[in-house]
Every structure is written in structure tokens, then in C-alpha cells.
């Protein structure tokens, strides 16, 4: 069905860019893949895989949320609430009452967490709209990763965007896009020839929407990704894209589509020099293993983790989480 919508958009309205291709395979109202399915058929987050992820992070908050006298967290793509409902248990057994504000787009994700959470003390949003002088933390864990991005290549010392016609081809058209050139200024680097790369500037837009939303705390970002160093070395040359379908990763986005993930290693590198341009600030970039080694301590392995199931559920969660997950925290200033 997502083929026919495409096709026949390409049709009536021409050539149409990756970042609207991806758009409409992830995000198309009703066949859309996060809009009519759950993706853990496909891949796992270690919210599935173990509650210690969410008291973990309750932990890791609980420090920022002290320093702002606040108990305010906001979560941007929550899917079902799995994460939302094991941050609350947390919260709850440490005596802590927070304000919990979840937003998801995905109508169908979105009242699967309602069915979840019910009896929780949640607030429930499809978008940011409706949200002002949000004074706490607002955080994502795997969202900028599946936001639609722009994709390039560098030819001959030209820059050409890749679009796809109405067959699904990909065609390179050559580009002189400001936009183009202002973000690679921004973000510093110098793109190699024969060299394909992602703008994703639906995550800037959310960082501006953002920021406007926040007056006072904290952005925390989680996601896959590097800084734009790692991203444009040689052995990257073929981009960024990554697909999931059925437990099994691949490169080819043009199957199974409205079916599978398609996502983008975020440039944590953009999100930083842009938070700057909206008022965030950088406070911290650390990997997920950084991070639980700054706030596990002794009295919470003896609290949570007491037993063998749980010893081996933290040791997963390092194992595959670890170092591929990357933390960042922006201070709104």
C-alpha cells in the first residue's frame, strides 16, 4: 500500500527527496509503520528488555531534577509507555511524585499507553502544541534516530541530493542549497568526494519547538549516533541509514515498505552546535556505560540488583546498550 501512495504521489506531483520518502514509509497516517504496529516485532529497547533501564534513568534525572527544586519530565515518543511505566514504579518506591508528560504522534502507540498507564498519574499529548513553560526535564530515548533526513552525496566535488522517481529509482540531482552548505559550516567538516551524508533538519526543527517549550531545565537526548568525526570518516562513505525488519538489520530502505524501520545514526555534533543557536547549552555527552557508572552505587546494585535474573539483565543492557547509546544533555540558558 505505502508503494501505490508513493507511486502515485511521484506521478501526479514529480520526483520526490529521501526525506519524504521516509516520511511516508515511518509516519503516513494510516499505513504509516509506527502509526499501526509495534516495532519490538523488529527490534528490541532495553525497556523491553529489563526495568533496571528505567530506574537507572530515574536515578540519572532524579540529580537534575534536584538541582531545579522540579519534578517535571516530559518524554517525546513514547511509544506504548513501557519506559514511562517503569520510571514511575521507580519514582514511586523512592517516594518521589513527579509530573509525567508523555507525547507521541502514533495515535495507535498512544492509546496502547493510555491502556498501560491507567491509574498512573500521566498527561497525554500527540504533539508539543499544547505544552508551554515546561520547567523540569524533557527527554527522548530513540526518537531523533527515526526522524526523516535529507540525504546527499558529493560528486565531483558537486553536491547532489538524492531524490526517487516513480519507480523507485534513486536519482542524484546536483544542489545549491544554502541550507546545505550553512550546515556543514556549522557542524565543521569538510564532506570527502564520492561521499553520501544525512542532513536531518526535522531535528533541528524539534530543537527550536523545543526550546521554545522549555523555560527552565534540562534536554536529555538518547539515541545511536556519533559526532560528525566519526560520521564523516572514510569507512562511512555510504551513509548512515540503517533498516530493521524481523529482528535482522540491513541497508536496503526501498523493501518492505511501511513494515520495517528505517532509521539514521544521529549527528550528535548538529544537535549541539544548533542547541547553541536556541538557547542549549552542552552540559554533558557520555556514552550509556559513562553513565551507569556515575550513578550506580552500592546501595542501588543491593536494592535492584539482587539476583541472578536481574544480574544478568544489567550485564545485557551494558552488553548492547553500553556504548552504542549515547547521552546528551542540553541546559536551557
Known amino acids: 500500500m505505502i508503494e501505490n501512495i508513493l507511486k502515485n504521489e511521484i506521478k501526479k506531483n514529480g520526483i520526490i527527496s529521501f526525506e519524504r520518502f521516509m516520511e511516508t514509509c515511518l509516519y503516513h497516517e494510516k499505513y504509516g509503520y509506527y502509526m499501526k504496529k509495534l516495532y519490538t516485532e523488529d527490534y528490541l529497547t532495553?525497556?523491553?528488555?529489563?526495568n533496571l533501564y528505567g530506574k537507572i534513568l530515574f536515578k540519572?534525572?532524579?540529580?537534575?531534577?534536584?538541582?531545579?527544586?522540579?519534578?517535571v519530565l516530559v518524554e517525546i515518543g513514547a511509544g506504548e509507555g513501557i519506559l514511562a511505566k517503569h520510571i514511575l514504579d521507580a519514582a514511586k518506591k523512592e517516594g518521589v511524585d513527579l509530573r509525567y508528560i508523555i507525547v507521541e504522534r502514533s495515535e495507535f502507540l498512544l492509546n496502547r499507553a493510555k491502556a498501560l498507564l491507567e491509574g498512573y498519574d500521566v498527561e497525554f499529548h500527540k504533539n508539543l502544541k499544547g505544552l508551554n513553560n515546561i520547567?523540569?526535564?524533557?527527554?527522548?530515548?530513540?526518537?531523533?534516530?527515526?526522524?526523516p533526513v535529507r540525504i546527499f552525496k558529493?560528486?565531483?566535488n558537486r553536491i547532489y541530493e538524492l531524490y526517487l522517481n516513480e519507480n523507485l529509482e534513486e536519482v542524484y540531482i546536483e544542489v545549491n542549497d544554502s541550507i546545505v552548505n550553512e550546515y556543514l559550516?556549522?557542524?565543521?567538516?569538510?564532506?570527502?568526494?564520492?561521499?553520501?551524508?544525512?542532513i536531518n533538519l526535522k531535528a533541528i526543527d524539534m530543537l527550536r519547538e523545543i526550546s521554545k517549550k522549555l523555560s527552565n531545565g534540562y534536554l536529555v537526548t538518547i539515541d545511536y549516533g556519533y559526532s560528525a568525526d566519526e560520521l564523516f570518516k572514510e569507512y562511512r562513505k555510504e551513509g548512515n541509514v540503517i533498516c530493521h525488519y524481523r529482528r535482522?538489520?540491513?541497508?536496503?530502505?526501498?523493501?518492505?515498505?511501511?513494515?520495517?524501520?528505517?532509521?539514521?545514526l544521529v549527528n550528535f555534533t548538529s544537535l549541539i552546535k544548533y542547541g547553541e543557536k536556541f538557547s542549549l547549552k552542552c552540559i554533558m555527552f557520555k556514552s550509556l556505560k559513562d553513565i551507569i557508572n556515575?550513578?550506580?552505587?552500592?546501595?542501588?546494585?543491593?536494592?535492584?540488583?539482587?539476583?541472578?535474573?536481574?544480574?544478568?539483565?544489567?550485564?545485557?543492557?551494558?552488553?548492547?546498550?553500553?556504548d552504542k547509546y549515547?547521552?546528551?544533555?542540553?541546559?536551557?540558558?
Open 46 to 50: 532495553p525497556q523491553y528488555v529489563t
Open 60 to 71: 540519572f534525572f532524579e540529580n537534575f531534577l534536584k538541582k531545579l527544586n522540579k519534578s
Open 135 to 147: 520547567s523540569g526535564i524533557i527527554f527522548s530515548n530513540e526518537l531523533f534516530d527515526s526522524l
Open 154 to 156: 558529493r560528486i565531483n
Open 185 to 198: 559550516r556549522v557542524i565543521n567538516v569538510s564532506v570527502p568526494n564520492n561521499f553520501k551524508f544525512e
Open 248 to 264: 535482522n538489520a540491513h541497508y536496503n530502505p526501498y523493501i518492505n515498505l511501511g513494515n520495517q524501520d528505517i532509521t539514521c
Open 294 to 322: 556515575d550513578i550506580i552505587s552500592e546501595e542501588f546494585l543491593t536494592k535492584y540488583i539482587n539476583n541472578i535474573k536481574k544480574k544478568f539483565e544489567f550485564l545485557y543492557l551494558l552488553l548492547n546498550f553500553g
Open 326 to 333: 549515547k547521552v546528551l544533555v542540553q541546559k536551557k540558558i
